[in-house]
């Protein structure tokens, strides 16, 4: 079983400072382990105060929800009363959102953590996650919901 360190957590959290400042963008990122808790969260001079506690919430239902959040859209407009109700379960740590920006972190098949990243618009916060996870080496593909071997 892999697992996600510390270091990784800061690699992966640099790697995103660095891009969103070539895009001029100050983004707040967050890393969880794959059970949703959290590893490292870092807000920038010039993140505005509430995008740590967003990016942790995406990075959040990236890892419980096993799959990204731009994934997770189409079910919760299907479902908007089932989704809301999963924020209100006993063990929810955080709201789920189901929103871009919001990255599970798989590395050899294995889900490891998830990555959450808000301060910019919804495209490039989800442009910023991707290449940086693609960028590091981490899986990008998922099975679609409900479909053996299928992609979104």
């Not at 959040?69 to 189901?98: D, N, R, T, Y």
Request: no cysteine.
């Amino acid at each position: 079983m892999t697992s996600l360190t510390l270091a990784a957590a800061e690699e992966i959290i640099g790697a995103a400072h660095q891009r969103a400042q070539e895009i001029g963008k100050a983004v707040s990122v967050a890393v969880v382990d794959a059970g949703g808790f959290p590893i490292a969260i870092r807000r920038p001079d010039g993140a505005r105060p509430l995008t740590p506690d967003i990016a942790r919430a995406k990075a959040y239902t990236a890892a419980i929800m096993q799959r990204p959040g731009k994934m997770l859209k189409k079910w919760q407009e299907s479902q908007p009363v089932f989704f809301s109700q999963l924020s209100q379960l006993p063990g929810a740590a955080l709201p789920i959102m189901a929103t871009e920006g919001s990255l599970t972190i798989k590395k050899d098949g294995e889900i490891i953590g998830g990555l959450g990243i808000a301060g910019g618009t919804a495209d490039e916060d989800q442009q910023i996650a991707e290449e940086v996870l693609k960028s590091l080496g981490y899986e990008l593909e998922f099975a679609a919901w409900g479909v053996a071997g299928g992609k979104d």
